[in-house]
Each structure stands twice: as structure tokens, then as C-alpha cells.
Antibody, heavy 124, light 107 residues
Framework: EVQLVESGGGLVQPGGSLRLSCAASGFTVSDHRMDWVRQAPGKGLEWVGRIRNRGNSYTTDYAASVKGRFTISRDDSKNSLYLQMNSLKTEDTAVYYC???????????????WGQGTLVTVSS | DIQLTQSPSFLSASVGDRVTITCRASQGISSYLAWYQQKPGKAPKLLIYAASTLQSGVPSRFSGSGSGTEFTLTISSLQPEDFATYYCQQVDTYPMTFGQGTRLEIK
């Protein structure tokens, strides 16, 4: 059974850092592109960034709102994905989801499995 | 960035009703669009991808259509478990963007 479990959320002061983890089971993370998506309280979904699979050299893309502050990485030995968040701002407060790009064709794929999310609160 | 605009933003309907949600893109995205369902406190669930392909395990009362800049999600006969918020998402161009959501409530 495919499962994604996020951890590492919590309360952090503006300007601080936090590292989120996403532990995968039931599939091999290195075979898939993986996304981070966030949702501010009471708001809609916002794509944060993506890391490609091994076949695409694990390259990354980010939303403009987080580029230069957030970094996505993976550890294939732990079958896990990470989101390093630096220089946090109050507007980064959100539930953060990791998701697997698992279905699609023609080079375009979609998030078929999502974790339960982890809440990050940036406040003084 | 490609903007996705969903209409309506809020929809009140009854069990058994047929409902349609529209998603309009600010520029053409071929068929590179997904629909997600989200219930309070839960992660989004993929319903439709590539504009019209039903995700495995999703009931056939859900269907999607469209290409280019206009897309629709149709629920043919609303069931109690369908009352939720629905989002469209384009994967044609970075950054991937979502629509603002359509909240579907029981009348």
C-alpha cells in the first residue's frame, strides 16, 4: 500500500528555519517525481515545488514565493523526501503536503497519492 | 504564471442533483489539467487527470471534459459524500497552479 507520512512541522519564529520530512512506503521515491504543496489556514492549495526522478537527474523547480529560501531534496536510502525551509515568513504558515506524481502520460503526470500534511506556523 | 479561474466559487445543491464546475485557464494548457476533491482536515484526492481520465477507484458519476482554456467537472448524481471543495490544477507549465476552489454544500 502506498503511503506518505510528513513530519517536522511546528512553531517557528520569523526568519527561522525548519526541515520537513516525508517518509514513503509501498513504492520507490527515486522512481517518481515528487511535489510539495501547501495550504494556508482557510485558503486554497499552492504548489511549492517539485523534485524530479533519478532518470531526470533529480532536478528541482520552485514557486516564485519560495525560490531561494526553500530546498527540496531526497534520500533514496531512506525512501524519503525533504523540504528545507529557511528565512521563514509569517505568510509561510500553512499545512504542507508531500505528493507523488504517479499517473499520467506523454510526459505529464499528476499527484495520485498525498500525505496527511504537517502544520507549519511562523509567528513571534 | 497561468491563472485558473473556477466558477462558481460556491455551489449549493441537493442529493441526486447534476452539478457542473468550470475551470478557465488564462492561456491554453492542452489537456494538462486535473481535478481534486478535498474534505475538511483531509488531503486532496485526485479525481480526474489529463482533463477527462477517471482516476482508479473514483466513482463513474464523476467526469471531466475540455481542452485548451475551458474545462468542466461534472457530477451526474450527487451523493452525500460528494459535498466537499473541488480544485482544478494545471501541469502544463511551471509553476503548477490551482484554481481558487469551488465549495459544494448541501442545500
Amino acid at each position: 500500500e502506498v503511503q506518505l507520512v510528513e513530519s517536522g512541522g511546528g512553531l517557528v519564529q520569523p526568519g527561522g528555519s525548519l526541515r520537513l520530512s516525508c517518509a514513503a512506503s509501498g513504492f520507490t521515491v527515486s522512481d517518481h517525481r515528487m511535489d510539495w504543496v501547501r495550504q494556508a489556514p482557510g485558503k486554497g492549495l499552492e504548489w511549492v515545488g517539485r523534485i524530479r526522478n533519478r532518470g531526470n537527474s533529480y532536478t528541482t523547480d520552485y514557486a516564485a514565493s519560495v525560490k531561494g529560501r526553500f530546498t527540496i531534496s531526497r534520500d533514496d536510502s531512506k525512501n524519503s523526501l525533504y523540504l528545507q525551509m529557511n528565512s521563514l515568513k509569517t505568510e509561510d504558515t500553512a499545512v504542507y503536503y508531500c505528493a507523488r506524481r504517479g499517473v499520467g502520460y506523454g510526459g505529464y503526470d499528476y499527484d495520485d497519492y498525498w500525505g496527511q500534511g504537517t502544520l507549519v506556523t511562523v509567528s513571534s | 504564471d497561468i491563472q485558473l479561474t473556477q466558477s462558481p466559487s460556491f455551489l449549493s445543491a441537493s442529493v441526486g442533483d447534476r452539478v457542473t464546475i468550470t475551470c478557465r485557464a488564462s492561456q491554453g494548457i492542452s489537456s494538462y489539467l486535473a481535478w481534486y476533491q478535498q474534505k475538511p482536515g483531509k488531503a486532496p484526492k485526485l479525481l480526474i487527470y489529463a482533463a477527462s481520465t477517471l482516476q482508479s477507484g473514483v466513482p463513474s458519476r464523476f467526469s471531466g471534459s475540455g481542452s485548451g482554456t475551458e474545462f468542466t467537472l461534472t457530477i451526474s448524481s450527487l451523493q452525500p459524500e460528494d459535498f466537499a471543495t473541488y480544485y482544478c490544477q494545471q501541469v502544463d507549465t511551471y509553476p503548477m497552479t490551482f484554481g481558487q476552489g469551488t465549495r459544494l454544500e448541501i442545500k
